[in-house]
């Protein structure tokens, strides 16, 4: 864990030590949640790399991959 600060325009840096052991990149998407009085981020998977993870688990896929990566694309909040 490390301490950061937040600049006026709402941005926080990520320690360079935590960017390197989740393989963060520059431009990266990440998931903000926030969770009771904490905010926590999460790496977003590439829709390739989801759909990816897809095969095998799912064995008579009824919506095709570019369906798919269409709907992961979209923004999604949770509630």
Same mark, same amino acid.
């Given at each position: 864990?490390?301490l950061?600060s937040?600049?006026k325009r709402?941005?926080v840096v990520?320690p360079?030590?935590?960017r #390197?052991k &989740?393989?963060l990149?520059p431009?990266?998407?990440? $998931?903000v949640?926030?969770?009771?009085n904490e905010i926590v981020?999460? =790496?977003?998977?590439k829709?390739?790399k989801?759909? #990816?993870? &897809? ?6 896929l009824? $919506?095709?991959s570019?369906?798919?990566?269409k709907i992961?694309?979209? =923004?999604?909040?949770?509630?």
């Amino acid at each position: 864990m490390g301490l950061t600060s937040l600049d006026k325009r709402g941005r926080v840096v990520i320690p360079k030590e935590l960017r #390197e052991k &989740l393989g963060l990149n520059p431009d990266q998407n990440v $998931i903000v949640e926030l969770r009771g009085n904490e905010i926590v981020l999460k =790496p977003a998977l590439k829709v390739e790399k989801f759909i #990816e993870e &897809l095969k095998g688990c799912v064995h008579s896929l009824q $919506i095709k991959s570019m369906e798919l990566k269409k709907i992961w694309s979209t =923004p999604h909040v949770n509630h």
